[in-house]
């Protein structure tokens, strides 16, 4: 199986900040990731997939880079609207998630 | 684009069952691989199982093995999570997602999510 791990766990920080997190697989998935922002009650919303394509409708401050083992997500200022959780997903062996980074306002 | 509205859920006791059901609205429903995602309380998101397009094959995560079964309808444009044998860690909200054909594909959309609880 593939593990998934993000850092931070937590992350606290102020609305116009630039944000980084980062997802480490326990093996190469090539560029098979993407990123999902979650909200209290709610379900997961898709972001980034194949690792740096922004779906359609995502605000242009958030971007996803990496390959193979080392990935991260980027928000270049945070809006009031970014505070969530973040989880990325492996889809290159079957299906795994990260274990969340909470984004908490400073 | 589809939408996914799930309906099912709620409270059973151990050893129990429980079938989930996930409408989508379009007429592209066929063309999507549907996945079952869940979240224990105040978890992570973890994947339960998939079935493909034309609902010939499923495949689950060990956990779900022997349990759990996916099926379709792409008749009725609905999917089905049934879940024998619940434990207490079984616990969750349930997720429907659909994805693209083939393997390495992201998932979207998602259902709004239904709570399963297993408790004596």
């Known amino acids: 199986d593939i593990q998934m791990t993000q850092s931070p766990s937590t992350l606290s920080a102020s609305v116009g900040d630039r944000v980084t997190i980062t997802c480490r697989a326990s093996?190469?998935?090539?560029?098979?990731l993407a990123w999902y922002q979650q909200k209290p009650g709610k379900a997961p919303k898709l972001l980034i997939y194949?690792?740096?394509s922004l779906e359609s409708g995502v605000p242009s401050r958030f971007s996803g880079s990496g390959s193979e083992t080392e990935f991260t997500l980027t928000i270049s200022s945070l809006q009031p609207d970014d505070f969530a959780t973040y989880y990325c997903?492996?889809?290159?062996?079957?299906?795994?998630f990260g274990q969340g980074t909470k984004l908490e306002i400073k | 684009e589809v939408q996914l509205v799930q309906s099912g859920g709620g409270l059973v006791k151990p050893g129990g069952s429980l079938r989930l059901s996930c409408a989508a609205s379009?007429?592209?429903?066929?063309?999507?691989?549907m996945h079952w995602v869940r979240q224990g309380p105040g978890k992570g998101l973890e994947w339960v199982g998939r079935?493909?397009?034309?609902?010939?094959?499923?495949y689950y995560a060990d956990f779900a093995k022997g349990r759990f079964t996916i099926s379709r309808d792409n008749a009725k444009n609905t999917v089905n999570l049934q879940m024998d044998s619940l434990r207490v860690e079984d616990t969750a909200v349930y997720y429907c997602a659909g994805a693209g054909r083939f393997v390495n594909n992201w998932f979207d959309p998602w259902g709004q999510g239904t709570l399963v609880t297993v408790s004596s």
């Open positions: 093996q190469s998935i090539s560029g098979w």
């Open positions: 079935i493909i397009d034309d609902g010939r094959t499923t």
């Open positions: 379009g007429s592209t429903f066929s063309r999507y691989w």
């Open positions: 194949d690792a740096s």
């Open positions: 997903q492996q889809y290159n062996t079957l299906y795994s």
